[in-house]
């Protein structure tokens, strides 16, 4: 899968879900982002889901590889 296709992907599997649960709210995210540094997406999308949130420890030094 390509950053276009995993940008989509993303974009698609969040939009129509409803998380009540915070918890569950904060880990998607972060696994989302995870799962968009790793397959090398470009910094628009990364900065639509960090969108101003703080960035995990284990995840810093990849987000900041990306280039703008």
């Avoid at 296709?5 to 998380?19: F, N, R, Y």
């Avoid at 995210?29 to 790793?38: D, G, K, S, V």
Wanted: glycine share 2%; proline share 4%; net charge negative.
């Amino acid at each position: 899968m390509n950053s276009k296709e995993t940008a989509k992907h993303l974009e698609h599997s969040t939009s129509g879900i409803v998380m009540n649960n915070p918890k569950s709210e904060e880990e998607s995210w972060i696994i989302e982002l995870e799962t968009a540094l790793l397959s090398d997406c470009d910094i628009d999308v990364i900065r639509k889901l960090a969108n101003r949130k703080t960035i995990p420890n284990h995840l810093r030094f990849d987000f900041w590889q990306v280039s703008p």
